[in-house]
């Protein structure tokens, strides 16, 4: 009988998700695919990039055109908005994670709007100058 209840409490323990979904509002957008909610946390989306705005971090100044179109999708898109969001990870001061505005993927959404690009931690960003 102990063998038993602690296989069914070892059970339940791992049911739980590691990292669950919280929600939080959208204060302001930062660049394509960063913004900091009202608690003033940053969030970095989660599998995606977004071109750079600022000139010591972008590679051309097609880069920064293209940023900046970027960040204007995302704050129409996300600007005072509330999300949900699962924290994945942390990168530069930020909170990397999933990012869902009424149960759609930000990521995707914002891959599909064209204002990113696809891109899995520890491969090559993508190039955004050519």
Not at 70 to 94: H, I, M
């Amino acid at each position: 009988m102990g063998f038993l209840m602690l296989v069914l409490i070892a059970g339940a323990a791992s049911a739980r998700p590691a990292n669950p979904w919280t929600s939080g509002t959208v204060r302001y957008v930062t660049d394509g695919d960063t913004f900091r909610l009202t608690s003033g946390e940053r969030i970095r989306i989660a599998d995606i990039d977004a071109p750079e705005t600022h000139v010591r971090q972008a590679k051309c100044a097609r880069e920064i055109e293209k940023g900046r179109a970027a960040t204007a999708k995302a704050r129409a898109l996300l600007d005072g908005r509330r999300v949900r969001f699962q924290p994945v990870g942390r990168s530069y001061n930020r909170v990397v994670a999933r990012v869902s505005l009424e149960g759609r993927d930000v990521g995707d959404t914002l891959v599909a709007m064209g204002a990113a690009r696809a891109w899995l931690r520890r491969h090559p960003k993508p190039d955004w100058c050519s």
